[in-house]
């Protein structure tokens, strides 16, 4: 088994925290140790390192490199990207470095990942994709669902179909929605959250990719070397939209695990650990006073919050942002409405998704 | 008439952006001019620049000089004060320099202030200047009273006796008094707001120090130079305590104009014109979204506030506030418990009052 890792996002979800200059995978959340190398410690427990592949842009080798030695993943594979070209065309890369570099056979199992989420307990995650594995064999593309616990706006969903396996065969991917509709899909029960997870063959990925991508297929032809030196003219596109909503050979396992992707505060809030009054405090000095519900974060200066409640507060570098909890997927638009306005200093206010 | 102002306060109740360094009368507030300015301009509409004495601290003269010269008040005198020693020995060096320096005689009238309250409209604040000067002509200390609108527990109170010209005598003083007490004194409605601000002649000042603060009067008896000199020996006591309560001369005069003291962010909050959403954005790249009732202030990097709801949000050098509005007399008790805790970055952290 081969583990490509997703590791090349310059987004700014977790703005003004995380930047282009440092994006989430780099930043330490839960504890004193980087989203990514948390990851890499996870598919340590199922893969050597030479079993890895960490996909990056160019900009980020230096980091990645540092956290594959912090975590003695020595020997993983670091594969650069000259530049931002979304999933498909990163992924497909990989395979095809796969199969052509380390000489994977067709039937090699490849699990894809991001580098900034949180799973665990890490041994029920290892079932997930054991039971991967299996569908994979049968030439199945496996991609990872999530059993919505609320109408979450921010996630892409999946409509499930038959039963297959100990998952279901995929009716449909749905866009982000907007509240009513994810309102819906909960109450109806079959929708499941897209965890970006995937799990197939080499071989499986390669045909789905011929039907489904040809223009991303045909530049793989001259081989790895071709591919990597021209990537700049791949489409700029998704996994999920130029293969996942396409082919008509995927299938949806719920995950065993607990999921959480960090792609907002109000998430990031979710998965931290809080005390009596439900306040999370970290890094830094930070004083709360009379608060509840609320998550503070500085990168410097002292914090100290008076009487507040359900509050979101991060002291970055390059901002300050003080949102009310349940709000914050509002800051993409802010920030949109920011830099129409020409305001100075949104660097770092991109707002599309991660882009990996 | 001469005008005392006592601008050598290094308090910091506008925590974080007061401090030390830059004391609440050299910040700009309302719009693009300092409080003292604003202060010294009040007074040059019934006085001439060399009627005004301004009481700084001696690290704060070169900044209270810049003020007089931006104000067109050359010619005010500047003295400074080796040590911080509270209002008392601070009123009774400038009356001594008042007498001996400029040779006012024993009726002059001296009018003392602080130079960081608002006092408007000007020409309702010099009918009571005129008032007060009508009762220091039959020798009486004048203190202002402001009618409370509100049970703040922030300022000290003044109980008022029977009538006395335009105002009242003063039966007593009372301390800073908690929640219920402030209550009370509200519904009774003979308490006012002491506003710190003094009327007197020269003569009654003199007399009533020999009677209330011998130990002052004491050390003025060899002239201004040497008390000057020997300041630091001068005991560390408020007018308030030192006379204003001791002293059965007194009599209380409701100001006519509107007053604030910006002692608080709350009382920032009320004096500064509000938009639509009754939000206040002061200084700097502020961004609300969805907010209400929120006061903003940044010296540097942005803020961007979302969802959020009577809050008072001030991004400093030194440190990030967020309190809630209507509880910012906590912020002592927060600083004092930080300094308690030893926790570093308190610069500018002392709790007590501005000490004049």
Redesign the interface.
């Known amino acids: 088994m081969k583990v490509i890792i997703l590791a090349g996002g310059g987004g700014t979800r977790l703005y003004?925290l995380s930047n282009e200059a440092h994006p989430k995978q780099f930043l330490c959340l839960e504890d004193e140790e980087t989203l990514l190398a948390h990851t890499i410690r996870r598919f340590l427990g199922v893969a050597r390192p030479e079993d890895l592949l960490i996909l990056t842009n160019e900009r980020y080798v230096a980091q990645v490199r540092a956290e594959v030695e912090k975590t003695g993943a020595q020997g993983a594979h670091i594969l650069p990207e000259p530049c931002r070209r979304n999933t498909a065309p990163a992924i497909a890369l990989a395979v095809c470095y796969c199969r052509e570099v380390l000489g994977c056979p067709e039937e090699e199992t490849l699990v894809v990942a991001p580098s900034d989420a949180v799973l665990r307990p890490a041994a029920l995650f290892y079932q997930s994709l054991h039971q991967a594995a299996v569908a994979a064999r049968r030439k199945k593309i496996v991609v990872f669902g999530v059993r919505p616990d609320r109408p979450e706006t921010g996630y892409g969903y999946i409509e499930i179909g038959k039963p297959y396996g100990s998952g279901y065969l995929v009716r449909s991917f749905k866009e982000k929605p907007d509240l009513e509709t994810a309102k819906r899909y909960l109450a109806q029960g079959n929708h499941y959250w897209n965890a970006g997870i995937f799990t197939f063959t080499a071989g499986t990925f390669e045909r789905e990719l011929a039907i489904c991508a040809p223009e991303i297929a045909g530049r793989l032809a001259r081989g790895y070397r071709a591919a990597a030196a021209s990537f700049a003219q791949m489409p700029d596109v998704s996994i999920d939209y130029a293969v996942a909503e396409k082919t008509r050979n995927i299938v949806v396992l719920p995950l065993a695990c607990y999921w959480n992707d960090l792609g907002s505060w109000d998430a990031l809030y979710d998965v931290l650990e809080k005390d009596e009054e439900s306040n999370v405090r970290r890094a830094g000095?930070i004083?709360l006073?009379?608060c509840r519900g609320v998550l503070a974060l500085?990168q410097g200066?002292?914090?100290?919050?008076?009487?507040?409640e359900d509050?979101v507060?991060v002291?970055a570098?390059?901002?300050?942002?003080?949102?009310?909890r349940?709000?914050?997927q509002?800051?993409k638009?802010?920030l949109a409405?920011?830099r129409a306005a020409g305001?100075?200093?949104?660097r770092g206010g991109k707002e599309e998704d991660d882009g990996e």
């Open positions: 003004p000095d004083t006073t009379g500085t200066k002292p914090v100290i919050g008076i009487g507040l509050l507060i002291e570098e390059d901002a300050l942002l003080v949102v009310r349940g709000r914050a509002e800051i638009e802010v409405q920011r305001t100075a200093a949104t």
